[in-house]
């Protein structure tokens, strides 16, 4: 599932490449079930004839603000994908709606297994949907004091606790693996039980990996869903630490990575390294 960087490389692109553009059209496939609301004919009426203004991430999803005040709001989920493309070239699999720009462009939503959601907001839902959403870890605003706030009293892993996006947005399980590794801690103690010192190391390194997979156009992991607006692959696999690297020599120490199933999912540590 993209994750912070993977949809800050999107935000980024649509901001460069669409923010400006009118929306002329809008061709929704018959089984486009990403739209989840208002109905497909009101959908397309609130949004032929406006403005993108700008694109914004919040958590994990894409914000774009239209001319009308009102806010188109896309989450990739699993497969999702958003390509920019000139207007009539060669068709996208797994098409669902497509945006048709001004500027002979058209924005393309895309999703194999259908998970991806998109829904047109105005201001009050908007403001909603920002309040559920925990804090940034990019924000600058956001510090350790505040990490260890959200953590105290939290019974549940760390790993899952860094998953959950009310407490933190913008981090999956890419992102958290590789933190936790860096912070040397292990993904199963409680979120209460770390130290001042392991939520310090904790929140500079989440910040430190997610700036650094941005920098590299975020993570293409080995299902090879997450692309860019231009369909091109994120480069930062090669700098992943533990994701899919069970079995593998850990970087630090001799020791093997090993993969255990942490709430349902994957989880890659050293076990003699995280503590
Ligand atoms: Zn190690």
Request: hydrophobic letters at 35%; proline letters at 3%; charged letters at 35%.
């Amino acid at each position: 599932m993209p994750e912070l960087p993977e949809v800050e490389t999107i935000k980024n692109d649509l901001q460069k490449k669409v923010a400006g553009l009118i929306l002329q059209d809008v061709l929704i496939t018959k089984k486009a079930k990403q739209i989840r609301k208002p109905s497909f004919r009101r959908f397309k009426e609130e949004l032929i004839s406006r403005k993108i203004k700008k694109a914004e991430r919040l958590g994990k999803f894409i914000v774009l603000h239209l001319s009308s005040r009102k806010f188109l709001v896309i989450h990739l989920r699993m497969t999702g994908r958003l390509l920019v493309r000139k207007r009539n070239t060669k068709p996208d699999d797994y098409l669902k709606v497509a945006f048709v720009l001004t500027k002979n462009k058209e924005l393309r939503f895309t999703d194999a297994r259908g998970f991806g959601t998109i829904e047109l907001l105005n201001k009050k839902e908007l403001t909603k949907l920002q309040e559920k959403v925990g804090p940034d870890p990019l924000d600058k605003s956001f510090t350790a004091g505040d990490l260890e706030k959200r953590l105290q009293r939290r019974k549940r892993a760390i790993k899952l606790t860094l998953l959950d996006q009310s407490i933190v947005s913008g981090v999956g399980n890419i992102y958290a693996n590789e933190a936790l590794f860096a912070a040397k801690v292990n993904p199963r103690r409680k979120a209460s039980s770390l130290s001042g010192k392991n939520v310090k190391l904790l929140h500079e390194s989440l910040k430190k990996i997610l700036k650094k997979a941005i920098k590299f156009r975020g993570t293409t992991a080995k299902d090879e869903y997450f692309v860019d607006t231009e369909g091109k692959k994120g480069r930062f696999k090669s700098y992943l630490k533990v994701y899919q690297r069970q079995g593998e020599k850990c970087p630090n120490c001799k020791g093997k990575i090993k993969r255990i199933n942490l709430g349902g999912r994957g989880t890659f540590f050293c076990p003699s390294c995280q503590k």
